[in-house]
T-cell receptor, first 111, second 112 residues
Framework: NAGVTQTPKFRVLKTGQSMTLLCAQD?????MYWYRQDPGMGLRLIHY???????AKGEVPDGYNVSRLKKQNFLLGLESAAPSQTSVYFC??????????FGQGTRLTVV | KNEVEQSPQNLTAQEGEFITINCSYS?????LHWLQQHPGGGIVSLFM???GKKKHGRLIATINIQEKHSSLHITASHPRDSAVYIC??????????????FGKGTLLTVNP
């Protein structure tokens, strides 16, 4: 079992470029989440999904889009990257009220 | 005011010491999670609690639902315990019980 796998692990983007972060889980979990982690702040929810084909906005959704076309994959897109999106991004999955499983994180720098 | 407050923010200990990290929250919850994040690393779930106490190796987590408070204890601390410990709660109101609200974390450094 791989658990939750995020790709890529590191990326440097220029302002205005676009990219997609992939989160894949092999535990058949319904719920998936994208968070960002910034110094001095707790993890903040960007978008989440409660099942295949559904997505919803979290606390800080601006500048990001997501898709959940397959149950095991949750994609996070940045259409036009900005320096304010420099952060560490974490994906997580869980089933109902069970414990959450996190990916290893993606360190994104926008210059 | 953050819904989840952790203390202390930073903690330095000597190897072998008993460590306590505290978490207070202001909302009704269905569960509380303790997470561990090593420097530059991913996040690992240590415990999920809804009542009482859980133990795993040298780690013990307790929760008092009435007082809205949880503690994470590390016995016989070791340098490999150096990490950020994050408290997260699952609110039980308004259909948000599948989302987590996170504290800012406690940075623990254990010196040899």
């Amino acid at each position: 079992n791989a658990g939750v796998t995020q790709t890529p692990k590191f990326r440097v983007l220029k302002t205005g470029q676009s990219m997609t972060l992939l989160c894949a889980q092999d535990m058949n979990h319904e719920y998936m989440y994208w968070y960002r982690q910034d110094p001095g702040m707790g993890l903040r929810l960007i978008h989440y999904s409660v099942g295949e084909g559904t997505t919803a906005k979290g606390e800080v959704p601006d500048g990001y889009n997501v898709s959940r076309l397959k149950k095991q994959n949750f994609l996070l897109g940045l259409e036009s990257a900005a320096p304010s999106q420099t952060s560490v991004y974490f994906c997580a999955s869980q089933t109902g009220r069970l414990e959450a499983f996190f990916g290893q994180g993606t360190r994104l720098t926008v210059v | 005011k953050n819904e989840v407050e952790q203390s202390p923010q930073n903690l330095t200990a000597q190897e072998g010491e008993f460590i306590t990290i505290n978490c207070s929250y202001s909302v009704g919850i269905s569960a509380l999670h303790w997470l561990q994040q090593h420097p530059g690393g991913g996040i690992v779930s240590l415990f999920m609690l809804s009542s009482g106490k859980k133990k795993h190796g040298r780690l013990i987590a307790t929760i008092n639902i009435q007082e809205k408070h949880s503690s994470l204890h590390i016995t016989a601390s070791h340098p490999r315990d150096s990490a950020v410990y994050i408290c997260a709660v699952r609110p039980n109101s308004g259909g948000s019980n599948y989302k987590l609200t996170f504290g800012k974390g406690t940075l623990l450094t254990v010196n040899p």
